[in-house]
């Protein structure tokens, strides 16, 4: 016999999550109180690491259905997601999306869906690294520097060489420069240009 289990998330303990409930049991799903899971977390959490989520799986048994409002309640990352509902698919459990139109995330419909949103989530992270590699081509190209700013200026450098040639400790010449040993050691290993 299945069982209809809830999951319901918010990110911060500013939020309730009486709306996703109500939400749930407005769709006609009948959740026993027992069966109701709420966690607060950050969606960019990976669902493998939510402990509220973690022992709602240990309960899981195939037949069982997962509700859930919204795929971002589950995570944030689409990959996390399509992950996680195959992984409770392989179990024998149904995950149901209200924002989907209620749509069993396990079934053929399901699984296209999350096809789709995958493809589309890739597509997006595929734009974002062209975009940005284009951003620092042009900045290149503009003779723009680009990383973080050095913690020594050229002077500095060579103070500090001089001092590490008149025998002065790696940890007494980043003291006085304000900077890392792991600096200095890059400027004593770095040859020098003379």
């Keep these: 016999m299945?069982?209809?289990?809830?999951?319901?998330?918010?990110?911060?303990?500013?939020?309730?999550?009486?709306?996703?409930?109500?939400?749930?049991?407005?769709?006609?799903?009948?959740?026993?109180?027992?069966?109701?899971?709420?966690?607060?977390?950050?969606?960019?959490?990976?669902?493998?690491?939510?402990?509220?989520?973690?022992?709602?799986?240990?309960?899981?048994?195939?037949?069982?259905?997962?509700?859930?409002?919204?795929?971002?309640?589950?995570?944030?990352?689409?990959?996390?997601?399509?992950?996680?509902?195959?992984?409770?698919?392989?179990e024998g459990v149904r995950v149901y999306c209200l924002a989907l139109g209620g749509v069993d995330l396990t079934s053929s419909a399901g699984t296209m869906t999350m096809n789709v949103l995958n493809a589309v989530a890739q597509f997006e992270r595929d734009l974002l690294v062209e975009r940005t590699q284009s951003g620092l081509k042009r900045a290149k190209s503009e003779g723009k520097v680009l990383g973080r700013r050095p913690s020594l200026t050229n002077s500095q450098i060579q103070e500090v060489r001089s001092s590490l040639n008149s025998g002065e400790s790696v940890s007494a010449i980043a003291r006085a420069f304000g900077t890392s040993r792991q600096t200095i050691m890059r400027v004593r290993d770095k040859p020098s240009r003379d």
């Design 2 to 90: 299945s069982r209809t289990f809830a999951y319901a998330r918010v990110s911060t303990t500013g939020q309730t999550t009486k709306n996703q409930i109500e939400e749930i049991r407005t769709a006609g799903f009948h959740v026993k109180d027992h069966r109701i899971v709420t966690e607060t977390i950050s969606g960019s959490v990976p669902i493998a690491r939510r402990p509220e989520f973690s022992r709602l799986v240990d309960r899981l048994e195939p037949d069982d259905i997962l509700i859930v409002t919204k795929l971002d309640r589950l995570g944030r990352d689409a990959i996390d997601v399509s992950s996680t509902v195959k992984a409770l698919a392989d």
